[in-house]
């Protein structure tokens, strides 16, 4: 039953992230199409932090739920 709750978790974290990639692209795009401004430079590294973060959050979860006292 862990095992599944922390898939579980681990897959909402997947999910957590993907607003930040969706930013990601977004801010590609308009440093594309408008030009290397500093707005959509710090968006695209906000998205890339956030990612990783919400990412290492399920990971986190998922490890301390699985992991043997």
Partial sequence: MK???GAALYWI???M???F???IGASIM???SQGAESQY???T???IFGAAFSYAVGV???HNLTQDP
């Fill in 3 to 5: 095992k599944k709750i």
């Fill in 13 to 15: 974290g997947i999910a």
């Fill in 17 to 19: 992230s993907l607003p």
């Fill in 21 to 23: 990639i969706v930013l």
């Fill in 30 to 32: 308009k440093i594309i």
């Fill in 41 to 43: 430079v710090n968006s």
């Fill in 45 to 47: 590294f906000l998205g």
């Fill in 60 to 62: 986190m979860l998922r």
